[in-house]
């Protein structure tokens, strides 16, 4: 059976570098005022250069090393004339010596920290009570939150391994840092626009380097609900061809997903509507339409995902109504059995007590065969009859 979900053209999902067409990593202007000037290229000129002063050096690639990697605390410290990466708990001791320099902006990722650590790094940076709390406690919902012009963002992150499952980000931008706090399933590293590094990111401005991460996390959302799609296709198949009970618990596995995933997901259109209309010291003006971009791709998200919820109601319909017409096939077929039996045995026990003796003796006349005839040939005809009609 051809599936549900192909009736409908799928709209064309934006592809991970989407985001960054036209606008490339490499042609990323000015940050937040206050910043060291650099001219804007030109949006028709998508290829125009950086200056190299925020380029990564054969050096800095060198110490990218897979302990750095999977270090819970990595730092990146960009000046124009050079940029430092550091990864290890050690690298947060100088911290207070990076953020005294007003050229420089820095990165601190902390990838599975313990509390203790998180609660340190964030009282270094001089963070407000109330977001230490959040940024330690890191049981939040979606939000975005402004304190001290400090911008705390908290956002989910979606990952697939057979299930579906939810990695919280933490992200706090202020004037000369940016702070991402994660669990070490969710990987910056991995995103995109992230890939070359982010010395060219901070080299255009903190808050690029905020819409890189928050536009890697957006896309991120599509190939998982592809594989739940993919999974709803199967099981709509499964639902009219074999239905059975791992059927339904899977359609229920599903659809406790796209609830998980919709809490997750509807509040951060909220998010990106602020920082997409608010006026944020934090965010250049002329960097607000990257965010707007982002948000465009969180509503294509938000509709796919109500698509998926409905076929996964409709599916579970569909689930109920080829049990319920199975189990009235099953019914038919039991009554077709009991009106042959009944009537058979209706006529038959007329007969059988005061007769069987004398048949079984060979003394019986000739109307107790006729009888029996009878009976058998009315049973053979309720059979043909029911079969024809499909009851048995």
Do not use: C
């Amino acid at each position: 059976m051809p599936s549900m979900t192909n009736e409908l053209p799928r709209a064309k999902r934006p592809s991970p570098s989407d985001s960054v067409a036209g606008h490339s990593a490499d042609a990323l202007g000015p940050g937040p005022a206050g910043d060291a000037a650099r001219p804007l290229p030109s949006m028709a000129d998508p290829g125009a250069p950086v200056p190299d002063s925020g380029a990564s050096s054969p050096a800095l690639e060198a110490r990218r090393s897979s302990e750095a990697a999977d270090a819970p605390v990595t730092v990146v410290h960009w000046l124009p004339d050079r940029a430092e990466r550091t990864a290890g708990e050690a690298a947060l001791a100088g911290l207070p010596d990076l953020l005294a320099r007003p050229e420089g902006r820095t990165w601190i990722d902390l990838a599975g920290a313990p509390p203790e650590l998180v609660a340190t790094t964030a009282e270094t940076l001089g963070l407000h009570p109330l977001v230490v709390e959040d940024v330690v406690e890191r049981n939040q919902r979606p939000k975005l939150e402004i304190t001290d012009e400090i911008v705390h963002i908290v956002l989910f992150a979606l990952l697939y391994a057979g299930e579906t499952q939810l990695s919280e980000v933490d992200i706090v931008l202020g004037p000369r840092f940016l702070l991402t706090i994660h669990d070490p399933d969710w990987r910056p590293d991995d995103v995109v626009g992230l890939r070359r590094g982010p010395e060219r990111l901070l080299a255009a401005g903190l808050d690029l380097l905020l819409w890189a991460l928050v536009d890697g996390i957006v896309d991120g959302y599509f190939p998982v609900l592809d594989r739940l799609e993919d999974e709803l296709d199967a099981l709509q198949d499964d639902v009219v061809d074999r239905p059975s009970s791992w059927t339904l618990h899977r359609l229920f596995v599903i659809k406790r997903e796209l609830i998980a995933v919709r809490r997750a997901i509807l509040p951060a259109r909220e998010v990106l509507n602020q920082l997409t209309n608010r006026q944020l010291e934090a965010i250049a003006p002329e960097h607000v339409l990257y965010f707007r971009d982002v948000y465009d791709h969180l509503i294509r998200v938000t509709d796919e995902l109500d698509t998926d919820r409905e076929l996964a109601a409709g599916t579970l319909e569909v689930y109920l109504s080829t049990v319920n017409n199975q189990l009235s096939a099953i019914m038919k077929r039991l009554t077709g059995v009991t009106v042959i039996l009944a009537g058979v045995g209706g006529l038959a026990g007329i007969f059988g007590m005061s007769e069987a003796g004398p048949a079984l003796a060979g003394t019986e006349l000739a109307g107790f065969w006729f009888v029996v005839g009878a009976i058998t040939a009315l049973a053979l005809v309720t059979a043909v009859v029911l079969r024809r009609i499909d009851w048995i």
